[in-house]
């Protein structure tokens, strides 16, 4: 399946020369989401929610249904793309809710380090610039 995208100027904005013809992307949106449901089926559904497992199936689907809208003189993204790719979403991934992060603090001798390598740093430089400030008529 090649788009051709880049050859077609869909990297900014499209000046539409004809009105959108809805029905035809309609007619066609649909060859991208079967595409991507067949990428879909080499993927785990078990690591569906793991966008590394299938980023370039989706920037395929994605490109395809730009490709469809500007084909039927669209603008894309528009209403009736977003909820073609709404109700992909929800086909494949409903199960991938995002959970609150329970976050912890680290272990002490992490956090130890964490506050005194800086406490350090901050000392040997005050100690630096003071000693270099006694020092000037040798250094300069």
Same mark, same amino acid.
């Given at each position: 399946?090649?788009?051709? /995208?880049?050859?077609?100027? =869909?990297?900014?904005?499209?000046?539409? *020369?004809?009105?959108?013809?809805?029905? =035809?992307? =309609?007619? $066609?949106?649909?060859?991208?989401? $079967?595409?991507?449901?067949? &990428? &879909?089926?080499?993927?785990?559904?078990?690591?569906? +929610?793991? !966008? *590394?497992?299938?980023? $370039? %199936?989706?920037?395929?689907?994605?490109?395809?249904?730009?490709?469809?809208?500007? %084909?039927?003189? +669209?603008?894309?993204?528009?209403? !009736?793309?977003?909820?073609?790719? *709404?109700?992909?979403?929800?086909?494949?991934?409903?199960?991938?809710?995002?959970?609150?992060? /329970?976050?912890?603090?680290?272990?002490?001798?992490?956090?130890?380090?964490?506050? =005194?390598?800086?406490? &350090? /740093?901050? +000392?040997?430089?005050? *100690?630096?610039?003071?000693? +270099?400030?006694?020092?000037?008529?040798?250094?300069?």
């Amino acid at each position: 399946m090649t788009l051709g /995208l880049a050859g077609e100027g =869909l990297a900014g904005a499209h000046q539409q *020369t004809r009105p959108c013809n809805e029905s =035809l992307m =309609l007619e $066609k949106l649909p060859a991208c989401g $079967k595409f991507f449901e067949e &990428m &879909m089926k080499k993927v785990d559904s078990k690591k569906w +929610c793991n !966008l *590394t497992e299938f980023i $370039k %199936y989706y920037d395929i689907f994605t490109q395809c249904t730009e490709h469809e809208a500007f %084909y039927a003189s +669209c603008f894309w993204p528009n209403p !009736l793309v977003e909820g073609f790719i *709404t109700r992909i979403h929800k086909q494949f991934f409903s199960n991938c809710t995002s959970e609150d992060v /329970l976050w912890e603090d680290p272990p002490d001798e992490i956090l130890i380090t964490l506050i =005194l390598i800086p406490v &350090m /740093l901050t +000392c040997a430089m005050i *100690t630096l610039v003071v000693w +270099c400030s006694k020092r000037s008529d040798i250094l300069a």
